[in-house]
């Protein structure tokens, strides 16, 4: 995926396709690392790169299931990487959400179609009865993004690697003067 998304035709594609840019500038931050390393909280926080990822992949699906008609599913404990989990099952989860949530819209007939403010959640506002389609996923573009910026302080902490020298790696795009792809530290 080049590093900005290209001409949208409508509203829809346009939400999808900055949904789907933050997811990937998301999963860059974890490209040639160790399951050690996603797993390490290298600054004053105690989030890692696996545990946001994680996080966003079910706080979306969470959010899709409203959008469908469907109880929430809870996310659990997803802020941390159990001994089982591998970087692989991670994005491999968050791929299929990512899927499941492009379908579930392509599907809708009304981005401005309701979704249930749920009232088990107390930062949500208790006079707003629901939000729309759009709204979902204007909010999921601003949590994927906020997570993503966290995502690129640890990464950068890890090992100095930057996001557009991770997506030049990834992407294998040719040294310039003014970006040289990421490289495994010797």
Known sequence: MPGMIGP???EREGLL???????????LTTYGLTEQQIRAT???SALCLGGILKHVS????AWLDVVAGLPPTDPGADLWVAPWETLADLVEEYE?????TEEIVAG???LGAAVPVPRDVPWFPD?????SVRWVLLHLIEETARHAGHADIIRESLDGATAFALMAAAE?????????????PN
């Open 8 to 10: 949208v035709a409508d």
């Open 17 to 27: 396709d900055y949904l789907a840019q933050q997811r990937y500038v998301l999963c």
């Open 42 to 44: 290298p600054t004053a």
């Open 58 to 61: 079910r706080t979306e699906r």
């Open 96 to 100: 299929s959400v990512a899927n499941r």
């Open 108 to 110: 809708l007939g009304d």
């Open 127 to 131: 006079d707003v009865p629901a939000w």
């Open 172 to 184: 294998q795009w040719p040294d310039t003067p003014w970006l040289t792809p990421w490289r495994p």
